[in-house]
């Protein structure tokens, strides 16, 4: 009787090769994915995190009287934006930059919101704020709460806001703040922060080609 070899080295060599080629395979597809979605995404004229930051849990109030926390920042894309009502300059032109910006998105995109925190609770009340932000576009959210309310959200994402007494009339005050624009993903999470001067077309341009990478 001739007298056959073990088989099972052999097996063990060709699951070795099997396995060995699924895996080089596997991580090809990896590095690809990953070089692609890079690719897709040079040139932006904001500044994405690598990782998008979650936000610890916060709650403040909208301009109807409905409690805003991180349960509302998702399922959509979302822009924010930290001033108050009484701003003379920035605020106005920023607000009306995220109208633009919403005139060119229009409905052919992922679903995204824009909000307005007023760090001027004192003198931005419900109907205040709804007032301000309607007059821009009819669907922006107002948002405000208390200072500590605030501070808990604000202190996550380094924004800063400082009231400056106007020395020339007594209890007026103006507030000094962040001026840049933030992009929340559907996740809830800080993605994005595009700094001033802000381009409604830039920023358009941005957040369909970010919706496009996400997730993908």
Not at 18 to 38: E, I, K, M, P, Y
Not at 87 to 96: G, Y
Not at 133 to 140: A, I, P, Q
Request: net charge negative; aromatic share 12%; with cysteine.
């Amino acid at each position: 009787m001739t007298k056959q070899g073990n088989p099972a080295p052999a097996r063990r060599l060709l699951l070795f090769i099997v396995v060995t080629v699924v895996a080089l395979a596997a991580g090809f597809w990896v590095s690809d994915s990953l070089f692609n979605r890079q690719t897709d995404l040079a040139g932006l004229h904001g500044t994405r995190f690598s990782e998008p930051r979650a936000l610890s849990p916060f709650v403040l109030t909208d301009h109807n009287g409905n409690s805003f926390g991180i349960e509302q920042l998702t399922g959509k894309w979302s822009f924010v934006f930290f001033g108050y009502t009484h701003c003379p300059d920035v605020c106005p032109t920023t607000m009306s930059v995220l109208n633009s910006v919403a005139r060119r998105l229009g409905n052919d995109t992922p679903a995204v919101q824009y909000i307005f925190v007023s760090v001027d609770p004192e003198r931005d009340t419900p109907g205040q704020l709804g007032q301000f932000v309607t007059w821009f576009n009819g669907d922006f959210i107002g948002i405000t709460g208390t200072d500590q309310e605030l501070e808990n959200l604000t202190r996550q994402l380094g924004v800063v806001y400082m009231r400056i007494p106007d020395e020339k009339e007594a209890g007026s005050y103006s507030v000094d703040h962040t001026a840049s624009v933030l992009l929340f993903d559907p996740d809830g999470r800080f993605h994005a922060i595009f700094s001033a001067p802000l381009d409604a077309a830039e920023l358009a341009e941005d957040l369909t080609r970010l919706a496009k990478a996400y997730r993908r």
